[in-house]
């Protein structure tokens, strides 16, 4: 945003950080590639390039694909959604070929073998999902992206009462069921107190912010008319409208061969069960 009515460096302080979220890239299961290598072997075939989804523009899934982008120098066109949900499904689909995804969204999704997943943007291997190898032991060297969370107060609360938040942040993310839970729920402990969330956030800023200016990410312009679809939002003019049609072309394709497949099921009945079919 351009503006805001707030300014969250000088207005809020930390209080400890809380948990991360590791980026995924995930592909669609009609995507000829397994890894890193095959994926990047078939992207650079492809004439037009590869169409990749995200949660939104400015989302940390459109961050972290920004970058891959740019570190990857392949040809990319990025397709922001209203929201990681609708994004999966498209993918699922075959309608976007790759999204870039959170950990706790995608797990039940690889774990269903919905997508298959090309690598996580994270400097060891996800606990729960150990098989998917880093983006970075696949030859992109310190690749990383995470979506986080922490605890702020405003500025200019007393410091007693911050101390006393900090401490009992830290001896939550300590407990061994805290722990366990946030590992069923595919998101990582991140404890950190108040002085290492402020110079964790300082590097993340600087990071992401030379992306969001490099790209050109911007929040409070007036969407385009492509941007009014029901479920695809495009801002920044990163996404041409034809591919908003070729996806809606596709979805209503898809849903005429399911009709066609119910009417050829109903065909093969015995006449008796064809009107209780209808």
């Given at each position: 945003f351009s503006k805001l009515s707030y300014n969250a460096e000088k207005d809020f302080q930390p209080v400890g950080l809380l948990v991360r979220f590791p980026m995924f890239l995930v592909v669609s299961n009609s995507v000829p590639a397994k890894n890193l290598k095959e994926f990047m072997a078939w992207a650079k075939g492809m004439p037009d390039?590869?169409?990749?989804?995200?949660?939104?523009?400015?989302?940390?899934?459109?961050?972290?694909?920004?970058?891959?982008?740019?570190?990857?120098?392949?040809?990319?066109?990025?397709?922001?959604?209203?929201?990681?949900?609708?994004?999966?499904?498209?993918?699922i689909g075959g309608q976007v070929s790759a999204m870039w995804i959170d950990s706790a969204t995608v797990y039940p999704f690889l774990a269903g073998n919905k997508v298959r997943a090309i690598g996580v943007a994270s400097p060891q291997r996800v606990a729960t999902m150990p098989d998917v190898p880093t983006i970075s032991e696949q030859g992109l060297q310190g690749f990383e992206g995470f979506?986080?969370?922490?605890?702020?107060?405003?500025?200019?609360?007393?410091?007693?009462?911050?101390a006393s938040f900090s401490k009992a942040l830290q001896t939550a993310l300590a407990d061994t069921r805290t722990k366990a839970r946030l590992q069923a729920l595919g998101v990582e402990p991140m404890?950190?107190?108040?002085?290492?969330?402020?110079?964790?956030?300082?590097?993340?800023?600087?990071?992401?912010?030379?992306?969001i200016t490099k790209v050109g990410v911007k929040l409070d312009q007036p969407p385009s008319a492509a941007a009014r679809q029901p479920s695809l939002a495009v801002q920044g003019g990163c996404e041409p409208q034809q591919l908003h049609r070729h996806i809606a072309q596709h979805r209503q394709q898809q849903a005429q061969r399911g009709q066609a497949d119910q009417q050829r099921r109903a065909q093969r009945l015995h006449p008796s069960a064809q009107g209780l079919h209808r």
């Open positions: 390039g590869v169409n990749w989804a995200s949660a939104g523009p400015g989302s940390p899934h459109h961050l972290v694909g920004e970058l891959f982008r740019e570190q990857s120098g392949l040809k990319l066109t990025h397709v922001p959604y209203r929201g990681a949900a609708p994004a999966i499904q498209d993918v979506a986080w969370q922490g605890l702020v107060v405003p500025t200019g609360a007393p410091a007693d009462v911050v404890p950190g107190t108040a002085a290492q969330m402020g110079s964790f956030a300082r590097t993340e800023r600087e990071k992401w912010g030379r992306v």
